[in-house]
């Protein structure tokens, strides 16, 4: 390695060094650049509804109606702003990833150790680690030997050894023994070590590469949001074009008036307060999350939530309580439950076999029971304590002469410890690992024999039958040494010729809610798949205890998964069936969610450690765990969980299939009175004139910015419909605005909303004297008959939208089933609404500003029962769609 390096045991020169930091460049982790905060602001103002907005203030500036022009123009820079905020909160996976980063480290250079910017790190350069260090980049130990927390790289929670002697050449490459990578931390040992990668080049390095190379894409809503506001320009656009010749043309109308009206046309068209409403109404779906558990960093992706098809999970600590504890020892001698009521202090082979679990052990018991440490490690010194065995730490450090740490690759720990006979090894580890390395067992007598072909089958059998009811299960043996092991090199020779003691079987519980929330997945039609790296048994059989792959389950090991081409693998999953992929590797994971995503689906994906992030940022929703997740997987993910729970995930779906709801309920609320806002500026252009304009365009701006945003947000905060949770996902491409909702807003309650208007605004004229093609401009006998006529038209779009928003309420539900009083923001709303709306017609200065006129009180009592009207009609279509639907279930239901 020195020579590859071009380097030597006492390190680099200064020069050296120098001439490689610029060859190599600094030792940080790079990302790609982003668009500055001005050009995202910028971007915001030539959205397309933001366009056509831009285009009716120039027309509005062109007729001479400033006012008017000034007015649009505030509406697109709040837009622009909200939506511009939002973007803000950028992704922050790679600044996670370079916090890892340690700052400083000590680095021999001419021969001397001195203390270095991590940033100035070449290759070659050798560098001293200790207990408490950040390893500095992907380094090959020298000399010495260190205990390392590498959980950020690998997920594993064990520490695992690392040291110059363990030289391993056919492994993993983050298996190897010899070798230490940037990110991790040392927490024990002392070791001299040759820097070979650095920066981007390194395994950090690798993963912040592969994190930003997987894209973010734009979630379901902003997509049906952005193809929206298309075809919302496109119509808003054609009306004016089309108005345009018809006012001159045909209606006789100036060029000047035609431009007018077809502002008015496009302000009426186009729903200004939808962009600031869905902004608010995300946000409060995340205030709402966050107080369920589950805390969500991009606003849009409350809805994505809501139309979640699968849901890739982890095992422990999400299904799981990650609470072990010890269930069941098994010895030769026979089993010993330890669930129930007193048990008996051990003796003979069960004495054992506890002594040797809380030698080989580096957990702590406090008096009161609680433990700190591994939590399996804590559990065993539970298990040992039970069966009157000392745990004391400092028993146990007295007598410890020597520790192998937990190696993945053997899937062992053994201590030796000072004992009255001599040097004594203490192992554990799996199961098959530990029978493997033994030759003799502790029989029922408490003396050793050899360990027969029926005695291994007997081991086999045990761990077979407690795995598949999901203990994980540990291989505990002893071995009596002549003299204490010179160092780690010899640890192939002492863990061997071990005498198996028994099993011990761990359980970790499910939790006790999870079962409740797979069963509303399954309702609602949400496949969830799981994927850990666990033991393919112990998974399967949490799976099932919980309710996953009730009508079958299929189970795919890692190897299996690494052999699978891509076809074979989209074809398992296209089956439907739920899965447990087992002993996966986070490349695994990232693998998984892009072939879901190539098939339509919309994934959610769970994850905790580094490896995690390129699948969590690829996931269309990824999940990290609050309590036990790396920085990084934190900043990669869309949501974090706070409590670690699958359940809070379903929550989190319902909550957002809620907001969905809502915001197609607003959708519908704003769109209704498009209608009613366009009817008399068609029918004052058909008359040529004739008939007076029946609104003005400051008056639909009254209603659009006005009356109608309060009861709009409100309609946000709606709780859920019943059923929510029954309901199929929403497909990905299903528009936010469907011919159907169309059709219920523009041409059900929208033609009635215009037809009460229209009416309203006719018989004020007639009351006041007006006959067809009589002059109703300023300075007429008429013109207080007009304005009093605007006004009433304006106050029946009003009071039509209080019937709109009770309404829009529910999609097919009646208004009896949800309550009418369980959405207290909406009727604070049409308050807030009807006060507006009497200030407009009764206020001198909003008189002014928007060209209305009181009407008398008898005439508002005309008005009472409009809103009624538009809520029964509504009332009587849902009905209608009820029964048809339950008509439908009948015929699909007969035999």
Known sequence: MLRDLATKADGLTEREAERRLLRWGPNELRRERRASWLGQLVRQFVYPLALLLWAAAALALVAGTVELS???????????????????????????????????????RDGHPRRLD???????????????????????????????????????SQPVLRAADLIDVDVPYLQARDLVFGGTSCLGGEARAVVFATGMRSELGRIAALSAQVGTDESPLEAQLRRAAWVIAAAAVGIGVTFLPLGTLAAGLSLRDSAIFAVGLLVANVPEGLLPTVT???????????????IVKRLSAVETLGSTTVICTDK??????????????????????LTAGAVPVAAGGLRALAETVAACNNAELDPSGDGSGDPTEVALLAAAARLGVDTGAGWRDERRLLQFHFDPARRLMSTVDRDGEGPVLHTKGAPEQVLARSSR???????????????????????????AAGLRMLGVARRHLAAVPDGHQQRDEVEQDLCLLGLVGLADPPRPEVPDALARCHTAGIRVIVVTGDHPNTAAAVALQVGIGSEGLTIIGGEELDRMREQDLDDLLATGHELVFARASPEAKLRIADALRTMGEVVAMTGDGVNDAPALHRADIGVAMGRVGTDVAREAATAILTDDNFATIVAAVEEGRRVYANIRKFVFYIFVHATPEVVPFLLFALSGGAIPLGITVMQILAIDLGTEI?????????????????DPPRPRNEHVIRPALLVRAWLLLGLVSAALAVGAFFWALDRGGWHYGAPVGAGSALHHTYLQATTMTFLTIVACQVGTAFAARTDRASLRQIGVFTNQFLLVGIVVELAFALGVAYLPPLQAAFGTEAVPPAVLIALVPVPFVVWGIDELHRALLRRRAARQRDVVGAP
């Open 710 to 726: 309060l009861p709009a947000l409100a309609l946000g905060r709606e709780p859920a419909e019943p059923g929510i949770m029954s």
């Open 441 to 467: 067992v502790l029989d029922a007598t408490g003396a050793e024999r050899p360990l027969t072909p029926d005695d291994v089958t007997g081991v086999l059998a045990a761990v077979d039958r407690h795995a």
């Open 280 to 294: 608010l109404a995300l946000a409060v779906g995340v205030r709402l999350l966050a107080r369920r558990g589950a």
């Open 118 to 156: 991590t940033r100035d790190l070449v290759p070659g350069d050798v560098v001293l680690l200790a207990e408490g260090d950040r390893v500095p980049a992907d380094a090959r130990l020298l000399e010495g030997a260190l205990e390392v927390d590498a959980s950020t790289l690998t997920g594993e």
């Open 316 to 337: 422990t600590g999400t299904l799981t309580e990650n609470r072990m504890r010890v269930t069941v020892v098994w010895t030769p001698a026979g089993e010993t439950d």
């Open 70 to 108: 000034i007015a649009i123009a505030v509406v697109i820079m709040l837009n622009a702003v909200f939506a511009w905020a939002q973007e803000q909160q950028a992704e922050r996976a790679v600044e996670a990833l370079q916090r890892l980063a340690a700052t400083h480290t000590t680095v021999v």
